[in-house]
Nanobody, 116 residues
Framework: QVQLVESGGGLVQPGGSLRLSCAASGFSIGGSFMSWYRQAPGKEREWVAGMSSVGGTTNYAESVKTRFTISRDNRKNAVYLQMNSLTPEDTAVYYC?????????WGQGTQVTVSS
């Protein structure tokens, strides 16, 4: 069974950092394009970052590109999102996503709250 499980969210003060993890099972992330999305209260889910399976090319939303870093560890079959210089506008549920055989696979999400 293909599954993604996010972890690492929590409450952090403005300017702080968090590292999110996405553990994959049922498939190898080595051959998959992996993405992070987020959904803030009352807003639509938005794409945050993506990483290709070949070459490890990364892309970021403009709002996070100087602060967030997506990475992967194929041996651990996991994807990460390092988030620095967090602001209250980064408060959201963060989701990991991939596509398998034409179907989107989402994790359950992890809550990130940035507040003093």
């Amino acid at each position: 069974q293909v599954q993604l499980v996010e972890s690492g969210g929590g409450l952090v003060q403005p300017g702080g950092s968090l590292r999110l993890s996405c553990a994959a099972s049922g498939f190898s992330i080595g051959g998959s394009f992996m993405s992070w999305y987020r959904q803030a209260p009352g807003k639509e889910r938005e794409w945050v970052a993506g990483m290709s399976s070949v070459g490890g090319t990364t892309n970021y939303a403009e709002s996070v590109k100087t602060r967030f870093t997506i990475s992967r560890d194929n041996r651990k079959n996991a994807v990460y999102l390092q988030m620095n210089s967090l602001t209250p506008e980064d408060t959201a549920v963060y989701y990991c996503k991939t596509t398998r055989r034409g179907h989107d696979v989402w994790g359950q999400g992890t809550q990130v709250t940035v507040s003093s």
